[in-house]
């Protein structure tokens, strides 16, 4: 699909679940804003938390690590939570920890890892304590290049980050799982930190993996991006100093987002999560008296 969406009085446009499956958006905009919608409906399909059995790593503390599968068709923020008992203790303390990847999106996983101190013992295995639904679109704004076999004497995965929008990420980290020769993930793994990479910048990563286990590496699965809070998604430059601020709500994918100088346009790619497709949001401030003009795959609305 096409749309296109021109300066009007606090325009919000919302396509129904029909209308928004998959689709290329074009939106005349000239100069807007766009703020946020209310939430939608909560996550009704289920998160799995998939824990494998604690090592003990080289700094002789135990680790508990595993993934959060979303199954749902609504991103979810996750808190995990893992009974500890202290030896001289009988009463459990419960540690919190995040998913690595901080959004989880449907039909994704992110890993995640506890981290128990000597003279703890670990009394059952991580639980969700709670899920969030996170009703922001996905960018893939981001291309990763990379081997999934272990690489030099730290048996790490090695490769390049690309991004490819016109827009600056910040606080990017690539995370992945680390699986032995018979498939099982024995540890979770995270890169450096990217305080900033800028449009069409390459930045090479490692993540090292825990040197107790790397002899038994196979191979790194689920390559995937953290990006932390990003106020830079909601502007995009349209040149001579000059951007456009806007919002987006909807479960869906967002690609190629790009500002058209030829026909004063914002465009960009959009896929839904759900199969049967379902809503879709944006809201501009007004700028100017000019009417919104939407276009999908090729036919004005």
Not at 283 to 288: G, H, L, N, Q, V
């Amino acid at each position: 699909m096409s749309m296109f969406f021109s300066r009007v009085n606090d325009a919000v446009i919302r396509l129904r679940a029909e209308s928004i499956t998959a689709a290329l958006l074009t939106i005349l905009i000239s100069s807007v804003s766009m703020m946020t919608l209310p939430h939608a409906h909560a996550a009704t399909s289920p998160i799995n938390v998939i824990a494998q059995p604690p090592f003990t790593g080289s700094d002789g503390k135990l680790k508990v690590v595993g993934v959060v599968k979303n199954d749902g068709t609504v991103p979810v923020e996750v808190m995990l939570g893992l009974h500890v008992v202290a030896k001289s203790s009988t009463s459990p303390v419960t540690l919190q920890e995040p998913t690595y990847g901080r959004i989880i999106y449907p039909a994704t996983i992110s890993p995640f890892k506890f981290t128990i101190e000597p003279g703890w013992s670990v009394s059952g295995g991580p639980v969700m304590l709670s899920a969030k639904q996170i009703l922001v679109p996905h960018y893939n704004f981001l291309t990763l290049s990379y081997s999934n076999i272990p690489v030099g004497s730290d048996g790490a995965l090695v490769g390049t980050a690309k991004n490819v929008s016109p827009l600056n990420l910040h606080n990017v980290t690539i995370l992945a799982d680390v699986h032995n020769a018979s498939g099982v993930q024995i540890d979770s793994v995270k890169s450096q930190l990217f305080p900033l990479i800028k449009p069409g910048q390459s930045v090479s990563f490692t993540a090292v993996p825990d040197p107790t286990i790397k002899s038994h590496i196979a191979y790194f699965s689920c390559a995937d991006i953290s990006i932390g809070n990003n106020p830079a998604l909601n502007t995009l430059g349209i040149g001579n100093g000059q951007i456009i601020a806007y919002q987006m709500n909807g479960v869906v994918q967002i690609s190629d987002l790009r500002y058209d100088n030829a026909t004063d346009s914002l465009v960009f790619g959009i896929k839904h999560y759900n199969p049967a497709g379902g809503p879709f949001s944006l809201k501009m401030s007004e700028t100017s008296k000019n009417p919104v003009s939407v276009i999908m795959d090729g036919k004005l609305y």
